[in-house]
């Protein structure tokens, strides 16, 4: 096992537990315990855990795995869902991204959509996101929109006024949320207020409205709200939502599509 799949595994197991002990960290992975210190020491130096006497805790009360370490987490269902996305976005529309990891995969899927190869624009994207940006702009079929603002290193997504400045100028057909909370009753929701806050213009700016959430997301509340469910028109996610959950949505007056 590399060492970035290590620190990916050892960061999940903290997430999911909230404390590791070497012994218990080295036997799941497979690895000698020398091994599993020198990572702990390495993730603490980037303030990535905090150290205790024999393991690791996460680091801080409130913890965010930050976005380059979440690629792997529910990566096929995260695909599936992505593909279903961009099949709601018809060609010459304009679709906002917020950031994520779900929605760095709507971004993948619909650059290689082939009705969307021409155009002009074949596709208009507005995004907060740095990541989804950059992977985007090599697209010369595609206008993009950065929305501008302070970087928040967690997830690349561009806060604050900056960002609500230029929102506040234009309209889209559709936004895409990524979301860490999903529930009927407290909506969907972020880590982060100001992150929040911009996903929440971004809605109020859309025609419609799309949550990309695997099913770990759904049934959950989290920080910082970004909008009521009734805000949402759809809810895709896979198959592993339970029916009861799914049942709520749509009850709430959501199309659902699970994949």
């Known amino acids: 096992m590399s060492r970035d799949a290590r620190w ?3 960061l999940e197991l903290l997430v999911e537990r909230g404390r ?7 036997a799941e992975l497979a690895v000698s315990a020398a091994t ?23 680091h801080g009360v409130s913890y965010e795995l930050p976005l380059r370490y979440k690629t792997a987490r529910h990566a096929s269902e995260k695909q599936r869902i992505a593909k279903a996305v961009a099949d709601l976005v018809a060609p010459g529309e304009a679709v906002g991204l917020t950031g994520g990891t779900t929605t760095t995969e709507v971004a993948r899927a619909l650059a290689v959509r082939s009705d969307l190869a021409s155009g002009s624009p074949a596709l208009t994207v507005v995004t907060n996101a740095l990541n989804i940006a950059n992977e985007l702009a090599v697209r010369p079929q595609f206008k993009i929109v950065v929305t501008g603002g302070v970087a928040r290193p967690q997830s690349y997504e561009l806060i604050g006024p900056l960002a609500d400045g230029v929102l506040a100028q234009i309209t889209i057909d559709v936004a895409v949320l990524g979301v860490v909370a999903f529930d009927v009753t407290h909506g969907a929701a972020a880590h982060d207020e100001a992150e929040a806050a911009i996903n929440r213009l971004l809605c109020e700016r859309a025609e419609r409205v799309i949550v990309a959430a695997d099913s770990s997301k ?3 509340r989290a920080f910082a709200r970004i909008c009521a469910a009734d805000a949402v028109d759809t809810l895709v996610t896979d198959t592993a939502a339970p029916a009861e959950t799914v049942r709520g949505f749509e009850e709430a007056g959501l199309s659902v599509i699970s994949v």
Not at 20 to 26: G, P
Request: hydrophobic fraction near 45%.
């Open 20 to 26: 590791l002990d070497v012994e218990e960290a080295a």
């Open 218 to 220: 759904l049934g959950r």
């Open 36 to 58: 599993i210190r020198r990572d702990f020491d390495q993730l603490a130096e980037q303030q990535m855990l905090v150290r205790t006497r024999g393991g690791a805790v996460v």
């Open 8 to 10: 990916k595994a050892l």
